[in-house]
DNA sequence: TCCATAGTCCCATTATATGGGACTAATTTG
DNA sequence: CAAATTAGTCCCATATAATGGGACTATGGA
């Protein structure tokens, strides 16, 4: 039969194959005529459907008319209601409790949704009072005032990051909030450079937050977690103790699972 | 090796045995270890972790933690917004189509949805005029007035049914809509008995409508399709004709579909 | 009705999945 | 913090089960 030029670690061809198909349905929705869409796999047609029949016999895809395939209901059913976003904070969420339990503070997960930083996880030390009400799951925060926020802009492409600028206006929510978007522009900088971001204070007088990307293969970012504490309490240590905790836990996540994000 | 007890049609057991362990881990998503729930599999450690591996590696699943593994991000992202009834409707549209086609009528597929209609698909012969504006798709209508809703509601279990009757009032949309509750359960007897409902006028004073269901494996219903026409049209054939056809699409699409979905 | 293409079946060949068990890594426990 | 337990990986001989060429049948379009 043929080798796999790239046997990583051990795995099972047929499955592959039968999945390497799924995907390529999955993604088309029944646009493209099977021929076609097989083309690339190079597959024989026997083989072919054969794994159409396993496929279609477990409810992964469906015939949807002749020639046509699509997702399975069953499929459909298991699946309904997982977004992207929901599997990503909970992919992320044990690294993060132990994150913030180990440096006894809170850690959040958050991504970029129209000019807005969604916070997917909140997980906080047990040790951490019930404050910090300012973030709640699933809810928006504006971007320029957060670490997380400052950590995507910092991240978004030139001309991303140049709209948002010009976007304003930036209210001020404490005394130190960045309002010029000018500033803003230059603290962005300094954050890619230094491949992190602080906010002290910015967002409420007594939060203290460092936050790093979470950075996929291509280098480019889709998330940012951060490490938030009161004033009082991060005057016992330095920054640098927690950004290495926080860096290792991005690492740990992207190689885990950002990175085989592959279109 | 071993011998599948059921080798229907030609397909391939390593597929499949990948599908059932990704099927198990897309049902559970994360909560049971994965020893407990590859247990059922009786698999040896050794090919468990061989179709884990190519599960992870293709995407379709994502170690959360230790011995917790859950949906891949890319593949919940390849799905993101599929719905069960979104596959419904795309699973039935080209059948509806040429079912619309050949009757020169209007043809609807519907599911109950809190006691309403939901029509998902609404497909019209070319020949058909713009009219039919009562039904919109992914819009919600009346059961009690409609034949899809007649049909929905007589293959409810009685529980159900005797709520939905006890839930009125049925406002008269027309002077022919039925709207006391015991005249009501009696139709639908009548529906259930003679495996369709017909609304003659009850929506709309000229619109005919016949609907037949979707029957699963066990005999149960959980959609149903129907073909409107106006008053006039009707009069030149019987209901026998079209009540044929309506059954073999419904026969057809039943087998197609609806039969393999297996919890 | 005929043609083209989708989909199924058969079967000899051997590539490839299998599974027992040793081994390493990560966790939990004492 | 070390020992014990369990998760996960690797190896390898064996033969099962995938392969693929090709004949065959169903289906849909013209």
Chains 1, 2 share one sequence.
Request: charged letters at 20%.
């Amino acid at each position: 039969m043929e080798h796999t030029p790239k046997p990583p670690p051990s795995g099972n061809a047929s499955l592959e194959k039968g999945l390497a198909l799924f995907n390529l349905i999955a993604r088309d929705r029944g646009q493209t005529p099977l021929k076609e869409l097989a083309a690339g796999l190079a597959l024989p047609r026997s083989t072919l459907y054969r794994l159409i029949n396993t496929l279609e016999g477990t409810g992964m895809i469906t015939r949807l008319e002749h020639r046509r395939y699509d997702i399975g209901l069953p499929l459909a059913e298991a699946l309904h209601g997982i977004t992207p976003a929901g599997q990503l904070a909970r992919l992320c969420r044990p690294a993060l409790r132990q994150l913030a339990s180990t440096c006894g503070a809170t850690a959040h997960l958050g991504v970029m949704e129209n000019d807005m930083v969604t916070y997917l996880v909140k997980e906080s030390a047990p040790s951490v009072p019930a404050a910090l009400s300012i973030s709640v799951e699933n809810t928006q925060l504006e971007a320029y005032c957060s670490g997380i926020g400052k950590v995507l802009l910092a991240w978004l492409p030139e001309a991303e990051r140049a709209r948002y600028l010009a976007g304003g206006p930036f209210v001020a929510l404490t005394s130190r909030t960045i309002t010029d978007p000018r500033q803003l522009r230059e603290t962005l900088k300094t954050v890619k450079a230094e491949q992190f971001a602080r906010d002290d204070g910015e967002i409420a007088e007594d939060l203290y937050c460092l936050a790093v990307p979470l950075l996929t293969g291509d280098q480019s970012v889709s998330a940012a977690i951060s490490l938030t504490f009161t004033h009082a309490r991060q005057k016992k240590h330095d920054d640098a103790t927690y950004l290495a905790k926080l860096r290792a836990c991005a690492a740990r996540l992207s190689r885990a699972s950002l990175a085989n994000i592959q279109h």
